[in-house]
């Protein structure tokens, strides 16, 4: 019987696409939940195509045992409690231990009484005694009695120390030099006669945005665009909708990539957009094209088998060109490309869109330098990145805005299965101007950093 694999973290995904691809029919032949360092526990599913036997479960009814049963392995307590046989054992380990105390031979113990120690001759007089050893006993000739063993108490006799010889004291001759005068000292000069330097404070929607942390420029370009009368946060919100962005059309094969410096967190925002594609019903192909990264094409590999997509190697552009013509019809193909700027080869009726990574969790300068490598100008849109490690997403808003580009998607952790977050433009204003609250004037909960 031929079987499938699926992997994942969410049990509605993952039999979601066992109905897709396997048909409703499906049967789940094993299930077990894969433990990691760290992170939350993945599921393994292995389904067939065939149902086999007429009396065999409903999809539905599968899953439900199949997440009852989970649910029991990993709500276990590490420390359960004992059981009949655990008991058991317990009572064997000591008795085991009792017996090694029988069998203990303490015939060797020496019991003659250990000798005084050096620091005692002088305060107590020792006794002479003669020690005959034989079966383990210790006689004395001459036994004394306790009153005559101890005596009255002599201090010991201890000489004075030497008397210590002091050297006399060195005495230090300096040469008589003729002594300078200070300098004299100039009474300060008043605060108000200091030279004062003042920067002119924005005032209006642009004093607003500086106020909430975007940079000068940004302030400006969205006060620019911002319509009369609004506040500071309609008019970020308003500009972030109205941002250039752009989707894959549904039916056109298009190649996608998400292009930025290295660790900016591009190859698992493309990963988890593939998987967010592949749900939604679409054809999703994944090329391995990041020849600059050690291992990069085995962490491809293992991305697909995880998300279930097929995986090809690209190691020029005719590997591209042939993945692309071997994709379904208006598939998406998300190519992982290295770090840089990356253009495919020319191909007739094949769209490329191009997402400019962002990491939010970059200091602003760092994010900035590694921004002005890459032409802003050919994206479709942002992505921003590790929004999960970062303690506000401010800085990375400013840098968007600056590059007049509008936020495509948020990606936080390290997941995978988790897929990635569609941007809402009223949820990124709301977090920027937080309220003492947390509501804004619509009642909707603001999202705070």
Same mark, same amino acid.
């Given at each position: 019987?031929?079987?499938?694999?699926?992997?994942?973290?969410?049990?509605?995904?993952?039999?979601?696409?066992?109905?897709?691809? !396997?048909?409703?029919d499906a049967v789940i032949v094993q299930? $077990?939940?894969?433990?990691?360092?760290?992170?939350?526990?993945?599921?393994?599913?292995?389904?067939?195509?065939?149902?086999?036997? #007429?009396?065999?479960?409903s999809l539905e !009814?599968?899953?439900? /045992?199949? &997440?009852?049963?989970?649910?029991?392995?990993?709500?276990?307590?590490?420390?359960?409690? /004992?059981?009949? #046989?655990?008991?058991?054992? /317990?009572?064997? $380990?000591?008795?085991?231990?009792?017996?090694?105390?029988?069998?203990l031979d303490t015939s060797s113990a020496i019991t003659a009484e250990a000798p005084p120690p050096d620091w005692l001759e002088g305060f107590v007089p020792a006794a002479p005694s003669t020690a005959r050893f034989g079966g383990g006993e210790t006689a004395f000739e001459d036994e004394l009695d306790a009153e005559d063993a101890l005596g009255p108490f002599e201090a010991p006799v201890v000489p004075a120390p030497p008397p210590v010889q002091w050297s006399p004291r060195p005495r230090i001759v300096t040469r008589s030099a003729p002594v300078e005068p200070l300098p004299e000292r100039r009474p300060a000069e008043p605060a108000a006669a200091l030279p004062r330097t003042f920067e002119r404070a924005e005032r209006g929607v642009a004093g &607003? /945005?500086?106020?909430? #942390?975007? +940079?000068?420029?940004?302030?400006?370009?969205?006060?620019?665009?911002?319509?009369?009368?609004?506040?500071?946060?309609?008019?970020?919100?308003?500009?972030?909708?109205?941002?250039?962005?752009?989707?894959?059309?549904?039916?056109?094969?298009?190649?996608?990539?998400?292009?930025?410096?290295?660790?900016?967190?591009?190859?698992?925002?493309?990963?988890?957009?593939?998987?967010?594609?592949?749900? +939604?019903?679409? &054809?999703?192909?994944?090329?391995a094209a990041d020849s600059a990264h050690a291992g990069g094409r085995a962490q491809l590999h293992a991305y697909g088998e995880a998300i279930g997509l097929p995986v090809f190697d690209a190691f020029g552009p005719h590997d591209v060109i042939r993945a692309v013509t071997r994709a379904p019809k208006g598939a998406c193909v998300f190519v992982d490309v290295p770090a840089g700027r990356w253009s495919p080869p020319p191909m007739p009726g094949v769209e490329h869109f191009v997402y400019l990574a962002t990491p939010a969790h970059w200091q602003a300068e760092?994010?900035?330098?590694?921004?002005?490598?890459?032409?802003?100008?050919?994206?479709?849109?942002?992505?921003?990145? #590790?929004?999960?490690l970062a303690t506000q997403l401010t800085p990375a808003i400013s840098l968007v805005v600056e590059s007049q580009l509008g936020i495509a998607f948020l990606s936080s952790g390290r997941d995978i299965a988790t897929g990635i977050m569609i941007a809402d433009p009223f949820t990124l204003a709301s977090g920027v101007f937080t309220t003492s609250t947390r509501e804004t004037t619509d009642g909707r909960l603001a999202v705070t950093a």
């Open positions: 019987m031929e079987t499938k694999r699926f992997i994942g973290n969410d049990m509605t995904r993952i039999f979601a696409r066992v109905r897709r691809e !396997l048909g409703p299930t $077990r939940s894969l433990l990691r360092d760290g992170a939350d526990p993945l599921i393994e599913v292995l389904a067939s195509p065939r149902a086999g036997e #007429g009396d065999a479960l !009814l599968q899953r439900m /045992l199949t &997440e009852g049963g989970l649910a029991r392995v990993e709500s276990r307590a590490p420390a359960a409690p /004992l059981t009949v #046989g655990d008991l058991e054992d /317990l009572a064997a $380990r000591d008795d085991a231990y009792a017996r090694a105390l029988d069998d &607003e /945005l500086l106020a909430a #942390g975007l +940079s000068r420029t940004a302030a400006h370009l969205v006060a620019r665009h911002a319509a009369a009368g609004a506040t500071a946060e309609e008019a970020l919100r308003d500009y972030l909708a109205t941002a250039h962005l752009v989707y894959p059309s549904d039916g056109h094969t298009a190649i996608v990539t998400i292009q930025g410096a290295e660790g900016s967190g591009r190859t698992t925002a493309l990963m988890r957009m593939a998987l967010d594609c592949a749900d +939604s019903g679409r &054809e999703a192909v994944l090329v760092a994010a900035a330098a590694a921004l002005a490598e890459l032409d802003v100008s050919t994206c479709a849109g942002a992505v921003i990145t #590790g929004a999960d």
